[in-house]
């Protein structure tokens, strides 16, 4: 559903990055939702984020006259985002379905990104802790593919989403752009966040 810009509320999107606080998981692909908001927060010329409602939050727009955002990156580690997101949802006054995570995905192939409103939680404890959070499963998601492991064993599946990138940084960074590209088109109007 469209809505114009810059009504009552003190931002038209709350835009979630997740991941985890701290350099040993910086350059991990649990963290890349950290990547991709720190990525349009460049792009916006967002200033400098605030420590606020236990995480990283920088707010202004993502152009001229274009929609006032708030891109939050909770510092609660993922298991605990929601304790992070849902205040600061509430303090914003921002509609759950302009609420936009963008979060690894080891169901999808590495470099695919799927931008969808809802769906199931696939056992990432960060969407579980949002949904908590948020009240309800029904917010926007970026799902940025990481690839997975030959294996369902959760503590190799657990090392490899917290150990280093196995792509090169020139990889890395096209897929941090698509996801990020991704995102803005939703914030503008251009995409449509459909159920899947």
């Known amino acids: ?20 606080p701290g350099a040993q998981y910086e350059r991990t692909p649990h963290n890349v939702g ?20 236990g ?17 939050l990156q909770p510092l609660t580690y993922m298991n605990e985002s929601g304790t992070s ?5 509430g303090a914003l006054k921002v509609e759950l379905d302009h609420v936009l995570v963008v979060h690894d995905e080891i169901d999808l192939p590495f470099g695919e990104v799927r931008p969808r409103l809802g769906g199931g939680l696939a056992g990432h404890n960060g969407l ?3 949904r908590r959070g948020l009240g309800s499963p029904d917010f926007g998601r970026v799902r940025v593919g990481v690839g997975r492991p030959d ?14 990138w196995r792509q090169s940084a020139a990889e890395v960074e096209a897929l941090v752009r698509e996801a990020a590209d991704a995102a803005e088109r939703v914030v503008l ?3 449509e966040l459909g159920a899947r």
């Not at 559903?1 to 997740?18: C, H, Q, S, Y």
């Not at 995480?55 to 891109?71: F, I, Y």
């Not at 599946?157 to 150990?163: D, I």
Request: avoid cysteine; hydrophobic fraction near 40%.
């Open 1 to 20: 559903m469209r809505r114009p810009f810059g009504g009552t509320a003190p931002a038209d999107w709350l835009i979630v990055g997740l991941g985890n």
């Open 34 to 53: 950290f990547q991709v908001v720190a990525e349009l927060a460049r792009r916006w010329d967002l200033p400098k984020p605030k420590k606020t409602f």
């Open 55 to 71: 995480g990283l939050l920088s707010q202004g727009r993502t152009g001229p006259g274009g929609p006032r955002v708030a891109v």
């Open 85 to 89: 997101a849902g205040p600061a949802r």
């Open 128 to 130: 579980k802790s949002l």
């Open 151 to 164: 294996s369902t064993d959760p503590e190799i599946v657990s090392a490899y989403v917290l150990g280093r």
């Open 189 to 191: 109007g251009e995409l």
